[in-house]
């Protein structure tokens, strides 16, 4: 990342720790507990933040090579990522234009993607490409051909409009206001380390909320995350985007040290949130995505939680084991402690139906939800007699 960029944060991060302070919103807020049960609510989220705003859907790292896809869901639609023979960055609709069933699963390298209900297979780039008993159908056209989806590859993080219509455009500028912050990091060089895909009895919200706070470290976190973390957070906003970062144990020390000698990325946790709630997780040389999507119910959501890392080519198999181990601790954290107490605040939220409280020391929070509150608008309606 940007040395000026970076330092600036460490200042931050240091001038809190020693002064035990955080950044502060201006006052406490309450929200209803309808924002996390409400169904109606739930509907127009879905709608609005997910089919009709461009989505974080994974990392550049994995589809690398020409030839390499990975096929992944973003609420019920299914969708592949590929880089075709020429290097061209793709996404498609994951469904055969035969009768609908996927044409790629999982990850890997292919010349064609081959759909496994009846075999027709589509080239890399959407066209269809073979299929047995030809002349058996209606002649071909561009209607055989894979669905095209807007995709962009910005700053390693790939942006995809779920909605054809969306456009180009709109997704290629999606991380404008905030992929500056973290360009230098090169994550798109970076590999993958892991992916896992979690189903959780919370409200999306909820769960999304979890990578913007430390006021939980010392409890929830005691004896995994809080020995090596502080929850002395500086808060950013970027548009419609935040970053929230938090130092490892003894930053301070580089109060001691001219500027010039400081490293040129925070020891730190930088939490990236993109609208509507992605976190990206950048540490220096490794990076995890948490895409947090709305379930079937407002009380339910689905994680995809996945993790790239940068490889030293000298020691490729040790680095690959740290990455590895690295991300399997991230996993752990989460699934092991993070998740279970999201599902419990669902639990309680629905069962007393008061507001919850949300501290000034909780300020990302606190933006999220006025994010969300201010992005979300009214179904429009056309009158009867339009
Ligand atoms: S559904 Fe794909 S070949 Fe039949
Ligand atoms: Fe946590």
Known sequence: MNREIAHSIIRRLIDHVVADTTDLAPEPRVEPAEHFTDPERHALEREQFFLDTPQAVGFAGQVAEPGSYFATDVLDVPIVIVRDREGVLRAFLNVCTHRGAQVARGCGRAQRLVCGFHGWSFTLDGRLAGRANDDDFQPRSSANNLQ????????????????????QLRVDHALDDIAPQFEEMEIGEMELAGSDRFEVAANWKLVVNLSHEGYHFQTLHKESLAPMMTGHGAA???????????????????????EADWPGYPPAAMNHTLFPGTVIVANQGGAQM?????????????????????????KEEESRQAARATYELGVRIFEGEDLPAAEECQRGIATRGRPIEIGRNEPVVQWWHQRWLDELHEPVTVPDDA
Request: charged content about 25%.
């Open 236 to 258: 950013d906003e970027f548009g419609l985007h935040t970053r929230w970062a938090f130092p490892m144990r003894g930053i301070e020390a580089l109060a001691e040290k001219d």
């Open 290 to 314: 948490i895409r947090v999507e709305p379930g079937s119910e407002a009380g339910t959501s689905v994680v995809y939680f996945s993790g790239v890392a940068e490889i030293d080519r000298a």
């Open 148 to 167: 095209p989806l807007p995709i962009s590859d910005r700053a390693g993080i790939l942006m995809v409009g779920l909605r054809p219509e969306m456009g």
